[in-house]
């Protein structure tokens, strides 16, 4: 039986599925620069209207993640960070950024959004539906 490993990384609301599918990478860190390039450019418009001057702890937090040289880098896991307001405060509700490690053989593979086992190999995930 053959194996391979994954990761995938998606930005999701708590209590909410993700919208779409899961991105895959081959490594852990591209996976988090994957979401540390998706946060700075959710950011962006909030930045571009003049509600700071940087970018939010969240991204320093994502690029911990992503950077191989961090001593307490996270394989996998997720970090959240609150949306932003209309009046340029990043007090909203919480985003999550996850980034989880998916592992398929010949026979199945592990859901990349759920963590669930899925037998078939063509299939979608009958939890989550992904």
Known sequence: MSTSTHYSACVHDP?????G????????????????????????EWLDLGHGHAYSVTVGDLQCNSNDSMIFRALTGTVQGY??????????????YTVNQV????TGHMCGTCGAWVT????????CGY
Not at 15 to 19: D, K, N, R, S, T
Not at 21 to 44: H, I
Not at 83 to 96: A, K, L, M, Q, Y
Request: with cysteine; aromatic share 8%; hydrophobic share 20%.
């Open 15 to 19: 209590g909410c599925l993700p919208e």
């Open 21 to 44: 599918e899961p991105q895959l990478f081959e490594t852990a860190r591209e996976a988090w620069e994957y979401l540390v390039e998706e946060r700075k450019n959710e950011e962006e």
């Open 83 to 96: 949306t932003f307001t209309p009046d340029g405060n990043e007090h909203g509700p919480v985003r999550c």
């Open 103 to 106: 592992v398929s053989t010949d």
């Open 120 to 127: 078939s190999t063509t299939e979608n995930c009958s939890v």
